[in-house]
């Protein structure tokens, strides 16, 4: 009798320490407290069970699990059927050529138009879109690609945009394990076996997801080269009148070309200069009075003024351009500097205003992550500083970077806390190498852009400012119903042309 009621207790202590570490819910702690009562009741008057009475109550409890198991599952299944129903959320998208981030989103046309020699100087075989998603499952994506004119409109033409230029063959990896910020990261290099394009010009990849195709995911813009013109770009040192104290020092840039004969020269009328890797930042110049409106987003509207013929040089001259600064740099492989978390992660110094002079160059404005392994390839929660030093700006303050390809939008606005007298700025960026600066404008809450945009403020003017600026040459054609390609491609800088 001794010997039972000791074995009891101990069948209750090895329950009730199972249910501590979490192994058995409270109802079943319950359970067991009640048929080890009862059992111990009932064994006493029959040796039947008192023989097998341990055994009764371990399979009743086994019994009772399982069944509340299998009514477990369907729950579960249902939350985790619930979260892959959330949308996924784009985190960043960027364009380059090849497969090296460091060059233009610029790609020769496989099979060109014309019979030519000319080599432009940036072009590759493909580009690569790589996009970062929050999602709970790869998500299922589509890109479509467009055909735009030299401002960005798209061409509502059907023999431009084929049916058939949409591919989902879209490359998704997991991100890392300590990711936080997003899930998965896509890549889609094109033209390829699915992709290919008979056109040059602008081009525009759409994404969309096939649960909702009716809203646009994502967007990408590229360059698309069919090579009929030589193209050089010389940069010359200039002045301007800014509005307030800081540098004087402007660029006048000029575009010259040469084209093939076959090339008709009424038909070359536009050429277009970038910033390399600021693809969102056009200048125009143009015949086409309306392209030019493209510049209007600028504080300093530049003048322009077009001259010559295509067949012995046709010049695109773009005059008093600010000459900004060259770019602040944030590097982020440093673990101790940067740790992983989600704990924001404070710039070592604020950020002060530049009067045009920098002590270490930058990188063209390019993101860089070869020094970045796979296992920290991750986002952190940065917060930008900037010191104003007691004079806060009249207008909208932005941060415009690497981190977000150059196109600021509400996210990147900086708020100025009065207390501390410093403008601030949370927001979540990819390890590795940015290019960045401070810009100022005014945001417009209807088309969600900033307006009158200007570098000057917190960054200077200086005449050693060693920004790429890349032209493009267009040309219309009429076959189709009319569409503008690009014939020639070329560089230069503050120091000189650049060749291939």
């Given at each position: 009798?001794?010997?039972?009621?000791?074995?009891?207790?101990?069948?209750?202590?090895?329950?009730?320490?199972?249910?501590?570490?979490g192994?058995?819910?409270?109802?079943?702690?319950?359970?067991n407290?009640v048929?080890?009562?009862?059992f111990?009741?009932?064994?006493?008057?029959?040796?039947?069970?008192?023989?097998?009475?341990s055994?009764?109550?371990?399979?009743?409890?086994?019994?009772?699990?399982?069944?509340?198991?299998?009514?477990?599952?369907?729950?579960?299944?249902?939350?985790?059927s619930?979260?892959?129903?959330?949308?996924?959320q784009?985190?960043?998208?960027?364009?380059?050529?090849?497969?090296?981030?460091?060059?233009p989103?610029?790609?020769?046309?496989?099979?060109?138009?014309?019979?030519s020699?000319?080599?432009p100087?940036?072009?590759e075989?493909?580009?690569?879109?790589?996009?970062?998603?929050?999602s709970g499952?790869?998500?299922?994506?589509?890109?479509?690609?467009?055909?735009?004119?030299?401002?960005?409109?798209?061409?509502?033409?059907?023999?431009?945009?084929?049916?058939?230029?949409?591919?989902?063959?879209i490359?998704?990896?997991?991100?890392?394990?300590?990711?936080?910020?997003?899930?998965?990261?896509?890549?889609?290099?094109?033209?390829?076996?699915?992709?290919?394009f008979?056109?040059?010009?602008?081009?525009?990849?759409?994404?969309?997801?096939?649960?909702?195709?009716?809203?646009?995911?994502?967007?990408?813009?590229?360059?698309?080269?069919?090579?009929a013109?030589?193209?050089?770009?010389?940069?010359?040192g200039?002045?301007?009148?800014?509005?307030?104290k800081?540098?004087?020092?402007?660029?006048?840039?000029?575009?010259?070309?040469?084209?093939?004969r076959?090339?008709?020269?009424?038909?070359?009328?536009?050429?277009?200069?970038?910033?390399?890797?600021?693809?969102?930042?056009?200048?125009?110049?143009?015949q086409?009075?309306?392209?030019?409106k493209?510049?209007?987003?600028?504080?300093?509207?530049?003048?322009?003024m077009?001259?010559?013929?295509?067949?012995?040089?046709?010049?695109?001259?773009?005059?008093?351009?600010?000459?900004?600064?060259?770019?602040?740099?944030?590097e982020?492989?440093?673990?101790?500097?940067?740790?992983?978390?989600?704990?924001?992660v404070?710039?070592?110094?604020?950020?002060?205003?530049?009067?045009g002079?920098?002590?270490?160059?930058?990188?063209?404005?390019?993101?860089?992550?070869?020094?970045?392994?796979?296992?920290?390839?991750?986002?952190?929660?940065v917060?930008?500083?900037l010191?104003?030093?007691?004079?806060?700006?009249?207008?909208?303050?932005?941060?415009?970077?690497?981190?977000?390809?150059?196109?600021?939008?509400?996210?990147?606005?900086?708020?100025?806390?009065?207390?501390?007298?410093?403008?601030?700025?949370?927001?979540?960026?990819?390890?590795?190498?940015?290019?960045?600066?401070?810009?100022?404008?005014?945001?417009?809450?209807?088309t969600?852009?900033?307006?009158?945009?200007?570098y000057?403020?917190?960054?200077?003017?200086?005449?050693?400012?060693?920004?790429?600026?890349?032209?493009?040459?267009?040309?219309?054609?009429?076959d189709?119903?009319?569409?503008?390609?690009?014939i020639?491609?070329?560089?230069?800088?503050?120091l000189?042309?650049?060749?291939?």
């Amino acid at each position: 009798m001794s010997s039972c009621t000791s074995n009891s207790d101990v069948e209750y202590l090895c329950f009730n320490n199972i249910h501590r570490i979490g192994f058995i819910t409270d109802v079943l702690l319950s359970v067991n407290t009640v048929l080890n009562f009862n059992f111990r009741s009932a064994r006493y008057a029959n040796p039947v069970l008192r023989k097998y009475s341990s055994a009764i109550q371990f399979e009743f409890l086994f019994i009772i699990s399982w069944s509340l198991f299998c009514a477990l599952v369907p729950s579960i299944s249902a939350q985790e059927s619930d979260l892959s129903k959330i949308p996924p959320q784009v985190r960043m998208i960027r364009v380059y050529g090849g497969s090296d981030e460091t060059l233009p989103p610029i790609a020769i046309l496989s099979q060109p138009t014309r019979k030519s020699t000319i080599t432009p100087t940036f072009g590759e075989k493909s580009v690569t879109i790589e996009m970062d998603v929050q999602s709970g499952l790869p998500p299922s994506l589509y890109a479509i690609f467009v055909h735009c004119s030299a401002d960005w409109n798209e061409d509502n033409n059907i023999f431009l945009n084929e049916i058939t230029l949409r591919t989902s063959n879209i490359d998704w990896r997991s991100a890392p394990a300590t990711s936080r910020y997003y899930t998965y990261r896509g890549s889609l290099s094109v033209p390829n076996s699915q992709v290919t394009f008979r056109v040059g010009g602008n081009w525009k990849a759409k994404f969309y997801d096939y649960s909702n195709d009716g809203i646009l995911f994502a967007e990408a813009r590229f360059f698309v080269v069919d090579p009929a013109a030589d193209c050089v770009v010389d940069v010359y040192g200039d002045l301007y009148e800014p509005d307030m104290k800081v540098g004087i020092s402007a660029f006048t840039i000029e575009t010259q070309i040469q084209a093939i004969r076959s090339i008709m020269d009424n038909q070359v009328q536009t050429v277009v200069l970038y910033r390399n890797n600021r693809w969102y930042e056009p200048i125009t110049i143009s015949q086409v009075s309306s392209f030019e409106k493209s510049n209007d987003y600028r504080k300093y509207i530049p003048n322009t003024m077009v001259s010559g013929f295509g067949g012995f040089g046709k010049r695109f001259r773009v005059e008093k351009l600010p000459a900004e600064n060259d770019y602040r740099i944030l590097e982020m492989n440093n673990l101790a500097l940067f740790p992983r978390g989600t704990a924001p992660v404070r710039l070592s110094f604020a950020d002060l205003r530049r009067s045009g002079g920098y002590y270490q160059r930058a990188d063209d404005g390019a993101m860089t992550t070869r020094f970045t392994s796979l296992y920290d390839d991750e986002y952190v929660l940065v917060e930008f500083v900037l010191d104003p030093e007691s004079r806060p700006s009249e207008e909208d303050v932005f941060v415009a970077g690497s981190f977000n390809s150059w196109q600021p939008d509400a996210n990147w606005q900086m708020y100025y806390d009065e207390h501390e007298r410093l403008y601030k700025l949370r927001q979540w960026v990819r390890r590795g190498r940015h290019n960045y600066m401070y810009g100022t404008g005014k945001f417009n809450s209807d088309t969600r852009k900033f307006e009158k945009i200007s570098y000057e403020e917190f960054e200077g003017n200086t005449s050693a400012s060693p920004h790429t600026f890349i032209g493009l040459v267009y040309y219309r054609e009429f076959d189709y119903g009319g569409y503008d390609t690009i014939i020639g491609v070329g560089a230069g800088n503050s120091l000189g042309r650049i060749t291939r």
